[in-house]
């Protein structure tokens, strides 16, 4: 029987779920038209695409494991059906994670103004190198995701609880502790790096766009400053959506080894990081002025 808050988790989920499907295929979709019509795409657009596609699939994985855990809970647990969504699942948060940060470095190497002599090669030749680093995170995403399924059966026998953490009474508990560490670094670690790079790309690109933003403010340039700053509050909303999904995932790792509710845990859990999908989709179509002028379009047919 599911709990009050579990529910209202379920009605939450299913409005975030609307919202990020409609806002994530409405990017690929764009982004497949322009393709289309063209045979090419920019590498912003590859990025967009890609993570369009990636958190449609993601929104749809979410809400299917969400009514599985509250109302088909035996189904849930049969275990090629368990293993199947989470194989899906590590698979498609990663790669979320990965493609993400590599929007924000290309619109770092973009957009951003410095004059280090790696930052300049670096501008130089990330464009081109983006169709590759889209097929390296797909690979990535799915190597990592493999083994963090073939390892979820031990995980969830001796390190279900703080207690598995803890225990070195005997040399079994020993070796229980020391596999149960690893494993957590085993879930971490894929997550880690790409935080690492959308951290130090999202500081220096805030630095640059605020330094430029207070020149145009001396020289009383009143339309550049307020583009300037509408691109702060977006690329800053972006951060703290990015920093609060990536927070959550690791504190949910840790509360199921603590043993608290599973169900209630990662249904929490989906609805954060479908917050965060939901959410950067509006952003991205809002500051990307093709999806902003395909969307006024779209809304002004569907008023008429």
Request: net charge positive.
């Amino acid at each position: 029987m599911s709990t009050f808050f579990e529910l209202f988790g379920f009605i939450l989920l299913v409005f975030e779920t609307l919202v990020g499907m409609v806002g994530n295929g409405f990017i690929a979709i764009i982004n497949f038209i322009d393709w289309f019509s063209s045979r090419k795409l920019s590498p912003a657009d590859m990025i967009l695409s890609c993570l369009g596609l990636s958190r449609f699939a993601f929104h749809a994985i979410g809400i299917q494991t969400a009514i599985l855990l509250l109302f088909f809970m035996d189904t849930y647990q049969r275990r090629n059906v368990n293993i199947a969504y989470s194989v899906l699942w590590l698979f498609i948060d990663t790669a979320n994670l990965w493609f993400a940060a590599l929007l924000s470095i290309l619109y770092c190497v973009k957009i951003a103004n410095l004059s280090q002599p790696l930052f300049l090669k670096m501008k130089r030749r990330f464009p081109g190198l983006v169709p590759w680093l889209l097929l390296g995170t797909v690979v990535f995403s799915a190597i990592t995701a493999t083994i963090k399924a073939i390892m979820r059966s031990r995980l969830m026998s001796e390190c279900n609880t703080i207690e598995s953490l803890l225990s070195n009474n005997t040399d079994s508990g020993i070796k229980t502790s020391d596999f149960c560490k690893y494993s957590i670094l085993l879930y971490v670690v894929p997550e880690l790096f790409p935080f690492i790079m959308f951290s130090s790309s999202s500081i220096l690109l805030l630095t640059s766009l605020w330094r430029h933003k207070n020149l145009l403010q001396n020289s009383a340039r009143d339309v550049s400053t307020e583009v300037h700053l509408n691109a702060i509050k977006a690329l800053a909303s972006f951060s703290i959506l990015y920093i609060s999904s990536f927070f959550v995932q690791i504190l949910a790792i840790f509360f199921t080894r603590m043993g608290m509710n599973v169900i209630g845990i990662e249904v929490l859990f989906i609805n954060l990081v479908a917050a965060y999908s939901s959410g950067h989709a509006i952003i991205l179509i809002f500051i990307n002025p093709k999806l902003k002028q395909e969307s006024v379009k779209m809304l002004h047919q569907l008023k008429c």
